[in-house]
């Protein structure tokens, strides 16, 4: 009886956090702590138009053909990256992509730049199963 009562006790500990915690998420709204320029708003819309996510990844997540650019702006100066995107190479196709364009992919990869580190490789491996930036 005493070990029943105690499993309830956890239980019901349990849910209320879960609950909480839920409830915590669901209403509280992310805050951007650095809001992208309207040209890096473009830069993400051109990103989703050309479906780049299917070759390149951002934050770790997406395609493998193409390299993650998440911090392709830190790595290579704008003038490499204004190249491949007025040019293409073997494997990226030429989107023809107007000088406006090209400016708003390189404040958008400004913006991204800004916003986080995405280089997995370099992750801490946790013996839980669990990554974290050194």
Same mark, same amino acid.
């Given at each position: 009886?005493?070990?029943?009562?105690?499993?309830? #006790?956890?239980? #019901?500990?349990l849910l209320i956090?879960? %609950?909480? /915690?839920?409830?915590?998420?669901?209403?509280?709204?992310?805050?951007?702590?650095?809001?992208?320029?309207?040209?890096?708003?473009?830069?993400?819309?051109?990103?989703?138009?050309?479906?780049? #996510?299917?070759? !390149? *990844?951002?934050?770790?997540?997406?395609? !493998? %053909?193409?390299?993650?650019?998440?911090?392709?702006?830190?790595?290579?100066?704008?003038?490499?990256?204004?190249? $491949?995107?007025?040019?293409?190479? *073997?494997?990226?196709?030429? /989107?023809?992509?107007s000088k406006e364009?090209?400016?708003?992919?390189?404040?958008? $990869?400004?913006?991204?730049?800004?916003?986080?580190?995405?280089?997995?490789?370099?992750? %801490?491996? !946790? #013996?839980?199963?669990?990554?974290?930036?050194?």
């Amino acid at each position: 009886m005493q070990t029943f009562r105690f499993k309830s #006790i956890v239980f #019901i500990t349990l849910l209320i956090a879960f %609950l909480g /915690y839920s409830t915590t998420l669901y209403l509280t709204e992310p805050k951007e702590l650095q809001p992208p320029t309207v040209a890096a708003q473009k830069g993400k819309i051109l990103w989703q138009e050309k479906n780049c #996510i299917s070759c !390149h *990844q951002l934050y770790g997540l997406g395609g !493998h %053909l193409g390299p993650d650019v998440t911090n392709v702006f830190a790595k290579r100066s704008e003038a490499y990256i204004t190249a $491949f995107l007025e040019s293409g190479t *073997q494997v990226m196709p030429n /989107y023809n992509l107007s000088k406006e364009e090209i400016e708003s992919f390189i404040e958008f $990869f400004k913006y991204t730049n800004s916003t986080g580190v995405a280089d997995p490789t370099t992750f %801490l491996k !946790h #013996i839980d199963g669990t990554i974290s930036q050194p």
